[in-house]
């Protein structure tokens, strides 16, 4: 993405955002009888997080590698584009993303660079790391994005000590929600600033919204320029607001200690309204415009949900291939 301001680009943007937002509800608001399974990680109110960066990351142009935390279904989205893989995942499905092994949380996509995403808290930092190494000589970026209580895990500071030293392209994407399941930020830190783990390690850092569509238009084309040129590490670190609970598919109004229709009001945060208010105002988008654009994805979703769900589970004897060697 080169001009931020650019009515093609914020209309893209969108097209990603709103994606993300209508498979999310979508997954939300699903019924016993539609046969989810496993944990669902929601995180409706962060979508535009990786919708930018996705318009920055390019597998086929310079090798660039991302992992995800438990909450990846945005980065498998604007990266694939394809809801189907993401939903037949999640029920289970032979042809889900991982073959219907993995979950939600087990998510990737191979050939877009998106290698994988784990359930188990910044397990996938030091993967950057690795990868970040490979990638040394060449113009690429090894991304791994973690959640402001992954930071409590010394491995994070493990990661961030070997990315400095070794001194490679890896991205230390902190989405601070300000949330670890259900403790608060100032419950388990000192401090709301995420960016205060890169200081030792020299690492150069930059913040960013989480709503705000042109702060992290440049927060990352900045954070990026700067790795493909230098070959060094960053840490970005991204204030947002999630609107949906730490896990589930509870997006009502009330839920737990969240009510999305307080916290909207609140923060007035709403990354897919903030976007198509711009859009209106700044560039004269018409209403029917936007209306077209958002009935085409959510027709897309909803065809990609009902054929996952016509899809056939993967036989048992196929599951038994990937439980190790222990009965072999
Ligand atoms: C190593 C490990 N410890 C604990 C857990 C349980 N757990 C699952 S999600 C979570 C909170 C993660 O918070 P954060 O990293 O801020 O990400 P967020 O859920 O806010 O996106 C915890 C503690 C886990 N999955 N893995």
């Known amino acids: ?122 397990s996938i930092v030091p993967m950057a790391v690795g990868s970040a190494l490979k990638l040394k000589s060449s113009q690429g970026v090894a991304i791994g994005f973690f959640g402001d209580g992954a930071c409590e895990e010394g491995i994070v500071s493990e990661s961030l000590n070997l990315a400095a030293t070794w001194q490679v392209p890896a991205m230390f994407l902190c989405i601070n929600n300000q949330m670890a399941s259900h403790l608060k930020i100032h419950e388990r830190q000192t401090n709301a600033n995420m960016t205060r783990f890169a200081i030792p390690h020299e690492v150069k850092s930059f913040m960013a919204i989480g709503s705000d569509p042109f702060d992290l238009m440049s927060t990352f084309d900045l954070a990026i320029k700067y790795m493909r040129e230098t070959r060094l590490p960053t840490f970005v670190e991204v204030r947002a607001l999630k609107m949906s609970e730490h896990v589930g598919q509870s997006i009502n109004e009330n839920y737990g200690h969240y009510n999305r229709g307080k916290f909207k009001a609140a923060f007035n945060i709403d990354p897919c309204e903030i976007l198509e208010q711009s859009l209106k105002r700044q560039f004269g988008c018409s209403k029917q415009e936007i209306d077209g654009i958002k009935k085409e994805i959510e027709n897309v979703v909803n065809d990609a949900w009902e054929k996952a769900k016509k899809d056939p589970s993967p036989d048992v004897s196929y599951m038994h291939k990937f439980l190790g060697a222990a009965d072999q």
């Open 1 to 122: 993405m080169t001009n931020a301001h650019d009515l093609k680009t914020l209309i893209d943007l969108f097209k990603r955002v709103y994606l993300v937002r209508t498979a999310e509800e979508k997954l939300g608001n699903a019924k016993p009888s539609d046969g989810l399974y496993g944990p669902i990680h929601l995180m409706i109110g962060q979508e535009l997080i990786m919708s930018v960066l996705s318009t920055f990351f390019s597998h086929e142009t310079y090798g660039d590698i991302i992992y995800g935390s438990h909450r990846s279904h945005a980065c498998f989205l604007t990266l694939s584009q394809n809801p189907y893989k993401l939903f037949a995942e999640i029920m289970g499905k032979k042809t889900g993303c991982s073959q219907g092994m993995g979950g939600s949380m087990q998510l990737s996509c191979l050939e877009k660079g998106f290698l994988g995403s784990s359930s188990i808290i910044s």
